[in-house]
């Protein structure tokens, strides 16, 4: 199968990020043909700043390795550089409804987060998605939750574009994890783990020790005082214990029966360690590639190349079906 997703390198990537995405594609990697991208121009519909953009770019790059995603079995790229996105999703937003661009749940809350920077791209973001996504002709979409809807209109483009010019694109499922689809927030349970949230809410991949440590510990719980996974009645242990099960391989239940008769101070002084262990290789590698620029550019100028020749050839086609040559 051809897979494709994506991350947008805003800076502070966190264990929802990781969990929800990037854990999969690690194992998908094995058996398909993999293309990982860091949606630079997605990055750019929300404030940012133009300086740090590159150095958000190399982070995630640095992520995806340090991660396990494997450069010579898949190809890593950034969006911009091959130009046939912005041209595809140029074309897709012709035969895509306004009706559907204005439903979707991410363009409602960026717009309330951001509302003197409501801009077309950000209205037109999930066109560009489903281009980034059809380009590759990919059968499948790695993603959190969050992102499933973008990719069933993707898939209702795909659609479109087949019955009025004539079939090109496979129909793309999302492959959503069976646990960790939706890692929620450390400071507010009910709601998302998010980037552009308050810092205290999310671990970012680069944490510092005393940092996890510091989070974890401040992390908010629920009423009572037993470690049991009941999302309900104990979102906040019960997000705690999915993070916990998703680093360890442990089922909930075991971690249930792990802590029986422990506190919440317990859990979370061992929490805490776990994540400490787990980002170690994180940590690590930031600091390898900080001094290593040219590396990290190579594989992604090497990434490109590869990206373009599917997506060169896959752009002739569309040309010529739509009646452009
Ligand atoms: P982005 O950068 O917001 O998030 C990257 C990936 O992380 C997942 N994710 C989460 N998973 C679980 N729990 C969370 N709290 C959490 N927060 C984020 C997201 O679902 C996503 O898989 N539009 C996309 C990027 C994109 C893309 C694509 C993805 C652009 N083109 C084509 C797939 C295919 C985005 O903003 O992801």
């Known amino acids: ?191 998302k783990m998010s980037k552009s949230d308050d810092p205290k809410s999310c671990i970012s991949l680069f944490d510092s020790p005393e940092d996890i440590q510091k989070k974890i510990m401040s992390a908010e719980t629920d009423s009572g005082k037993e470690i049991i996974y009941n999302v309900t009645k104990k979102p906040g242990i019960s997000n705690l214990l999915t993070i916990y099960s998703l680093l360890t391989d442990k089922s909930t239940q075991e971690l249930e029966k792990q802590f029986k008769g422990k506190g919440y101070g317990d859990f979370k002084k061992a929490l805490a360690k776990v994540l400490i262990d787990y980002l170690e290789p994180f940590r690590r590698k930031q600091k390898e590639l900080q001094t290593r620029d040219v590396y990290v550019k190579d594989i992604l100028n090497k990434g490109a190349s590869r990206a373009r020749i599917i997506a060169q050839s896959t752009m002739q086609e569309v040309r010529e079906k739509m009646g452009l040559i």
């Open 1 to 191: 199968m051809r897979i494709f997703s994506g991350i947008r390198p805003t800076g502070g990537l966190h264990i929802g990020n990781y969990l929800g995405a990037i854990k999969q594609w690690i194992a998908l990697q094995e058996k398909n043909e993999c293309v990982f991208c860091i949606v630079d121009l997605h990055a750019i519909t929300t404030p940012y700043e133009p300086k740090e953009l590159q150095k958000n770019i190399l982070e995630a790059t640095a992520i995806y390795l340090a991660a396990g995603i494997d450069p010579e079995k898949s190809i890593i790229f950034v969006q911009s550089e091959v130009k046939e996105h912005a041209e595809l999703a140029w074309l897709l937003g012709t035969i895509t409804p306004m009706g559907e661009l204005s439903r979707m749940t991410q363009f409602k809350e960026k717009s309330k987060q951001h509302k003197d920077y409501i801009n077309a791209g950000l209205f037109n973001y999930p066109v560009l998605m489903a281009a980034d996504i059809l380009l590759y002709k990919s059968q499948a979409v790695p993603v959190g939750k969050d992102q499933e809807q973008h990719v069933e209109l993707a898939r209702t483009i795909a659609k479109k574009f087949n019955l009025n010019f004539g079939k090109i694109f496979p129909e793309p499922e999302t492959i959503l994890p069976k646990v960790g689809a939706k890692i929620m927030s450390l400071t507010d349970p009910k709601k």
